[in-house]
C-alpha cells in the first residue's frame, strides 16, 4: 500500500479491473484505473458519464462492495472494500420499504446498529426535515401516498442517517420530471455542501452533471474504461445563475464534445 508520508491512504482507488461474464471471452470493463484522493474532511462530487451499458452501475456494485471484479482491485481507504465500509448507494427505482413508514425507512439503518429508537427517530426527524419532508414521516414509503420527488427525498434521508462518506448514487434523478429533477439538484447540492461526503453520480443529464460535479469522467463503451476527465472549474457556491454564466455553457459544450468523440472509440 502506498502511504505516501502523513498522507490519508486515497478514499476510493481501483486498479486494473476487468469484469468478464463468460470466462474472459469477452470484457464488459477492462483495465480500468480509477482513483479519488482523500482530502479530508473536504469531500469530492464527482460524476461519471458513458452510454447504457458501458458498466457504469457495475462499478458503483465494486465500490458499494456487492459485487467483485474479474480481475483487478476495488480499495476503500487503502483497504479491500467491505461491506463495513461507510458507503450508502441512491436508485433511480424507489429503494425505500412501502410497508414502512418515513420515519421507519430513514431511522432503519440505526436500528440494525442498535441505536436505541428515541435517539434514531431524533436523528432521523433530522434529516427528514432537512430534505423538506417534515409533517410527512408517518406516511408510507410509497407511490402515490408520496410522489416520485418525495420518495427520492426519503431515500437520499436514508443514504445519509448512517453517517457515510462515500454516498453511491446510480441515475437518481433519472425518474424524475424536470422541475423536481431541477430541485432535487439543488437539495442534493445544498446537502452536500452541510456534510461533504464523497458523491460518485452517474447520470445522463450533461447540464446537471456540470452543475453538480468537481470531476467528470467519461466511459467509453466495452471494453470499458475512463478516456476523459474534465475538471469543473465553476466556483464552489453554485445556484440557478450558474447555468446562465458563460463558463457553465462552455462546460456543457466541452463535455457533450467529449461525449460524441468516446462515442467514436473502439
Ligand atoms: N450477471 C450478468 N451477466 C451477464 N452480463 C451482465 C451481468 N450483469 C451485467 N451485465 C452486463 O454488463 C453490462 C454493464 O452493465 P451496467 O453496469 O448495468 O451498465 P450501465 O449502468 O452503464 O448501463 C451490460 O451490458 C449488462 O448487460
Ligand atoms: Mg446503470
Known amino acids: 500500500?502506498?502511504?505516501?508520508?502523513?498522507?490519508?491512504?486515497?478514499?476510493?482507488?481501483?486498479?486494473?479491473?476487468?469484469?468478464?461474464?463468460?470466462?474472459?471471452?469477452?470484457?464488459?470493463i477492462k483495465d480500468l484505473d480509477f482513483l479519488i484522493e482523500d482530502k479530508a474532511g473536504q469531500g469530492e462530487f464527482v460524476v461519471i458519464l458513458g452510454m447504457s451499458g458501458c458498466g457504469k452501475s457495475t462499478l458503483l456494485r465494486y465500490i458499494a462492495g456487492l459485487?467483485?471484479?474479474?480481475?483487478?482491485?476495488?480499495l476503500i481507504h487503502?483497504?479491500?472494500?467491505?461491506?463495513?465500509?461507510?458507503?450508502?448507494?441512491?436508485?433511480?427505482?424507489?429503494?425505500?420499504?412501502?410497508?414502512?413508514?418515513?420515519?421507519?425507512?430513514?431511522?432503519?439503518?440505526l436500528k440494525y446498529k442498535g441505536v436505541d429508537k428515541k435517539e434514531r427517530e431524533e436523528r432521523a426527524m433530522e434529516l427528514i426535515?432537512?430534505?423538506?419532508?417534515?409533517?410527512?414521516?408517518?406516511?408510507?414509503?410509497r407511490?402515490?401516498?408520496?410522489?416520485?420527488?418525495?420518495?427520492?427525498?426519503?431515500?437520499?434521508?436514508?443514504?445519509?442517517?448512517?453517517?457515510?462518506?462515500?454516498?453511491?448514487?446510480d441515475e437518481p434523478f433519472g425518474a424524475l420530471d424536470i422541475n423536481t429533477r431541477?430541485?432535487?439538484?439543488?437539495?442534493?447540492?445544498?446537502?452536500w455542501m452541510k456534510f461533504h461526503p464523497t458523491v460518485i453520480?452517474?447520470?445522463?443529464?450533461?447540464s446537471e452533471a456540470v452543475y453538480l460535479g468537481d470531476d467528470i469522467y467519461i466511459m467509453k463503451s466495452p471494453p470499458s474504461r475512463f478516456v476523459r476527465h474534465i475538471k469543473v472549474d465553476l466556483p464552489f457556491h453554485r445556484s440557478k445563475q450558474t447555468k446562465r454564466e458563460a463558463r457553465f455553457v462552455e462546460l456543457v459544450r466541452e463535455v457533450e464534445d467529449a461525449m460524441i468523440e468516446v462515442s467514436q472509440m473502439g
Open 1 to 28: 500500500m502506498d502511504f505516501k508520508d502523513g498522507q490519508e491512504p486515497n478514499i476510493i482507488e481501483l486498479r486494473k479491473v476487468g469484469q468478464s461474464y463468460d470466462g474472459g471471452q469477452s470484457w464488459i
Open 201 to 206: 453520480f452517474v447520470t445522463h443529464d450533461i
Open 78 to 109: 487503502g483497504k479491500p472494500v467491505s461491506e463495513s465500509d461507510r458507503v450508502s448507494m441512491v436508485f433511480q427505482q424507489y429503494s425505500s420499504l412501502p410497508w414502512m413508514t418515513v420515519l421507519e425507512n430513514v431511522s432503519l439503518a
Open 143 to 169: 407511490y402515490p401516498t408520496l410522489s416520485g420527488g418525495q420518495l427520492q427525498r426519503v431515500a437520499i434521508a436514508r443514504s445519509l442517517i448512517a453517517n457515510p462518506d462515500i454516498i453511491l448514487m
Open 182 to 191: 431541477l430541485q432535487m439538484q439543488d437539495l442534493l447540492a445544498e446537502i
Open 129 to 141: 426535515q432537512l430534505v423538506g419532508l417534515d409533517g410527512h414521516e408517518q406516511k408510507f414509503a
Open 67 to 74: 459485487q467483485k471484479p474479474t480481475e483487478g482491485e476495488v
